[in-house]
Each structure stands twice: as structure tokens, then as C-alpha cells.
């Protein structure tokens, strides 16, 4: 007698992981244009500031060198956060889903939500789910 396959229920935490994604992205794409506005319009932010109306060039030029540093640290996490959201299913898109959540290790911001996904993605469950093979114990 054979038995169907049945198929595997998707985990909640790969819907979880996926809003985490979107939350993400969305805080440091605000950072990101923050940033962006700091290098290229500090008069933007700065026009009541007397440090610039004494000396415009030069914090004009602090505020680019800030700008570039935030826009460099705050987007460099981004990529793995918007691969998970359209890799396909399959064992990288396990690995992806990994960086995603390391990625918010990098961000205060995310670290509330980092530490229980983490817990959660790691779980056999998930990586069966995602077909990614377990170490089983070795009998001797």
C-alpha cells in the first residue's frame, strides 16, 4: 500500500518574515533618502542652522560626508531584504531568507524582531518546508 505525499504547510514565519521584509525596506528607504537629501540639498535641513549661515560651503561639505555614510550603511542591507521577497521557493531561497534576517542584525531598528525570527526560521519545520536537508544523527 502507498501513500499520498502530503503536501507541507506553509510555516507562519515565512509570512512573517516576508512583512518584516517590506517593514524593513521601507524604514531604511527612508533613511536612504534622508541621506540622499543630506548630499545633495543640506540647505533643505539646514537653513535655520547659524553654523551655515556662517559657513555655508563647509557644512554643506559635512553634511555630504554624514549623507554618504548613512546612505552607504543604511543600504547595503537592503538587497537580501528585497531578494526574499521574489525568490522562488527552494533551498537558496532558505539561505536568502538567512541573510534577510541577518541583514537586521546590522539595523537597530530591526533587532526587536531579528532575534524571534531567527529562532523561529532555524526550526526543522521551515527548512523542510524550503527542502533544505537536516543533519540527522549518525548511528553507529
Known amino acids: 500500500m502507498t501513500f499520498a505525499k502530503q503536501p507541507i504547510r506553509r510555516p507562519a514565519i515565512c509570512l512573517w518574515l516576508k512583512a518584516y521584509c517590506v517593514i524593513m525596506l521601507l524604514l531604511l528607504g527612508v533613511v536612504v533618502a534622508a541621506a540622499l537629501v ?80 531567527l529562532l523561529y526560521w532555524v526550526r526543522p519545520p521551515v527548512k523542510a518546508y524550503y527542502g533544505v536537508q537536516t543533519a540527522s544523527p549518525q548511528k553507529d
Open 38 to 117: 543630506m548630499i545633495f540639498a543640506p540647505h533643505i535641513l539646514m537653513a535655520d542652522d547659524p553654523t551655515y549661515r556662517r559657513n555655508p560651503a563647509g557644512a554643506a561639505a559635512l553634511s555630504a560626508c554624514f549623507g554618504v555614510v548613512f546612505a552607504v550603511i543604511f543600504a547595503a542591507p537592503m538587497p537580501p531584504l528585497l531578494a526574499f521577497l521574489f525568490w522562488p521557493r527552494g533551498p537558496r531561497a532558505w539561505y536568502v531568507g538567512l541573510a534577510a534576517i541577518i541583514a537586521g542584525f546590522f539595523t537597530t531598528v530591526g533587532w526587536i524582531a531579528t532575534f524571534p525570527l
